[in-house]
């Protein structure tokens, strides 16, 4: 089982609609978790970080689901901006960063 | 701010020469890591370390990788001798302490050819 799982997609969403991703991770002990996105050709940027009591941030919102070693992202209202691929992070507890392989999202208008 | 920077942007080489990519950190952050992503495997962590000293370079495919942090604002991941199966983008990223979010330099994209 990989470390760190995440559906690649695609996802075609319209306009407006919300639209949700999950990553699994395999160590009980990951203690630390973010979402990034990654632009075509870019270097990933820091979304946002996933906290235990789940969080928010505009249109955005993370989870943290530790009995089912999960973490999600919810999109609401999306944009066309919002095409991207989606990245989840993990910290083990060795201090290592451990990246899902992506969600690509496409934004339909 | 300056963010992380790397170089050189873009490397095209013939298979078997010497590669030398270059990463100068965030000012003030103690950790840098050296990824590599392709389509096939993503975002893959060669090695990182904190306050210049390597901690883990169990993901260093073979000893023709190698990776040095003489300080705390440079670092070096060298490939010697390269192979076709090498090409990749090569992300450096930098973070303030080892359990904080990283920050991404450009990368830079090798072709082997």
């Known amino acids: 089982r990989k470390e760190v799982e995440q559906d690649p997609g695609p996802f075609n969403v319209p306009e407006g609609a919300t639209v949700a991703f999950n990553c699994t991770y395999s160590?009980?002990?990951?203690?630390?978790f973010f979402w990034y996105r990654q632009d075509c050709r870019k270097e990933p940027k820091l979304l946002m970080s996933?906290?235990?009591s789940g969080n928010e941030d505009g249109r955005f919102t993370a989870q943290l689901n530790r009995a089912s070693q999960y973490i999600s992202l919810l999109i609401r209202d999306s944009k066309l901006s919002d095409s991207a691929t989606y990245l989840c992070?993990?910290?083990?507890?060795?201090?290592?960063?451990?990246f899902g392989t992506g969600t690509r999202l496409t934004i339909i208008p | 701010d300056a963010g992380v920077i790397q170089s050189p942007r873009h490397e095209v080489t013939e298979m078997g020469q010497e590669v030398t990519l270059r990463c100068k950190p965030i000012?003030?952050?103690?950790?840098l890591f050296w990824y590599r992503q392709t389509m096939m495997r993503g975002l893959e962590l060669l090695i990182y370390?904190?306050?210049?000293?390597?901690?883990?370079d169990s993901g260093m495919p073979e000893d023709r990788f190698s990776a040095k942090m003489p300080n705390a604002s440079f670092s070096t991941l060298k490939i010697q001798p390269s192979e076709p199966r090498d090409s990749a983008v090569y992300f450096c990223?930098?973070?303030?302490?080892?359990?904080?979010?990283?920050?991404f330099g450009n990368g830079t994209r090798l072709t082997v050819t």
């Open positions: 990223a930098s973070s303030l302490h080892s359990n904080s979010p990283l920050h």
């Open positions: 000012s003030g952050h103690n950790s």
């Open positions: 996933v906290y235990s």
């Open positions: 992070a993990v910290i083990q507890g060795n201090e290592k960063l451990t």
């Open positions: 160590n009980s002990a990951s203690q630390s």
């Open positions: 370390f904190n306050n210049n000293v390597p901690i883990d």
